[in-house]
C-alpha cells in the first residue's frame, strides 16, 4: 500500500536524498499543466476528434511525400496541437526536475511527452521516447535534425547526411521506438534504486515496463499525479496533486536535506 499525505512528501525526499540512481517517468499530465491538450480523456484531442487512424507509420511509408504535405500545413486537431506546443512554456514541475538534476540526485528523465519542455527548462539528460516534435529524423541512419536545417522544397525531404528518408521524429502509431533511445531508457532503468513516476499511468508499452523493472528490483517509485493510476499499487510514495505543485515541494526538501 502506497504512503500518502505531508509525511509521504518528507519520505519521499528521503527516498531521494539517500538514492544511489534515482532517475524519473514523465508523462502526458506534466504537459497539460503548460496548456498542452493531452490526446484522450475531458478535453483530449482525440476525444473530440475521433481516434487517429493506428497505422500512421505504414501511411507515412506508403506517401511520404503527402504525410509531409500534410504535416507542413497541419489542418483539424494537429492544427490545434502545433498551436499550443508553440505556445507552451515549462512549468514548474519541469523545473524540479531539473533542480534535483542539479543537486546532483536525479540522474536521467525519460518523458513520453514530444513538446520540448523538459529541455527548454534545462534538462540535459533526457530520453525522449516518443521522439521531439521539434526535431526531424532520419529513418536511415536515426540522426536529428532542428527543422531548420533541413529543404523541404522537395518532398519528401532527405537526409543531408546519408540521403535517406526523413520523418518527424515524434513517433507514430505502429512506428519502433528509436533503438538508440530505447537501449538507454532500459539501462536506466535497469540501474535506478528510485523512480519518480510524474503525470503518467504508464500504461502504455514501453515506458509501462520501467517502473516495473525498478519495482521488481526492490526500486522504490514515487508516484506524482493528482489520482491514482494502475502503477499506484506498485508505488512506495503516492503523492496526489499536480507535479507543478508537488514536485517544487519534494524538490526543495530534497535540498535541505542535502544542504
Ligand atoms: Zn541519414
Not at 525526499?13 to 517517468?25: E, K, S, V, W
Not at 511525400?65 to 496541437?81: F, H, S, T, Y
Not at 542539479?102 to 540535459?124: F, K, P, Y
Amino acid at each position: 500500500m502506497a504512503d500518502e499525505g505531508l509525511d509521504a512528501l518528507e519520505a519521499a525526499a528521503d527516498c531521494l536524498a539517500r538514492a544511489r540512481y534515482a532517475i524519473a517517468l514523465t508523462g502526458a499530465g506534466l504537459s497539460v499543466e503548460s496548456g498542452i491538450p493531452p490526446f484522450r480523456g475531458p478535453g483530449g484531442l482525440w476525444t473530440k476528434h475521433g481516434e487517429p487512424p493506428m497505422n500512421g507509420f505504414e501511411r507515412f511509408l506508403a506517401d511520404p511525400a503527402k504525410a509531409w504535405a500534410d504535416r507542413l500545413n497541419p489542418q483539424g486537431p494537429m492544427r490545434e496541437l502545433w498551436v499550443a506546443l508553440s505556445s507552451a512554456e515549462p512549468n514548474p514541475g519541469h523545473r524540479a526536475l531539473v533542480r534535483l538534476e542539479e543537486l546532483g540526485v536525479l540522474q536521467s528523465v525519460i518523458t513520453q511527452n514530444v513538446d520540448d519542455l523538459h529541455r527548454r527548462a534545462g534538462a540535459s539528460r533526457l530520453l525522449e521516447i516518443h521522439g521531439n516534435a521539434t526535431l526531424i529524423r532520419c529513418l536511415g541512419c536515426i540522426a536529428r535534425f532542428p527543422r531548420d536545417a533541413i529543404d523541404f522544397a522537395v518532398l519528401p525531404p532527405r537526409c543531408p547526411q546519408c540521403d535517406g528518408l526523413l520523418k518527424s521524429d515524434t513517433v507514430s502509431f505502429g512506428e519502433p521506438i528509436p533503438p538508440d533511445v530505447l537501449e538507454r531508457c532500459f539501462e536506466e532503468a535497469a540501474r535506478a534504486d528510485c523512480m519518480i513516476v510524474a503525470g503518467t499511468s504508464a500504461t502504455v508499452y514501453p515506458a509501462a515496463q520501467f517502473p516495473f523493472s525498478v519495482a521488481e528490483r526492490g526500486g522504490e517509485l514515487i508516484e506524482v499525479n493528482p489520482y491514482p493510476s494502475d502503477l499506484t499499487s506498485l508505488c512506495r510514495f503516492a503523492l496526489r496533486g499536480p507535479a507543478g505543485e508537488v514536485l517544487p515541494r519534494l524538490a526543495e526538501l530534497v535540498a535541505a536535506r542535502l544542504g
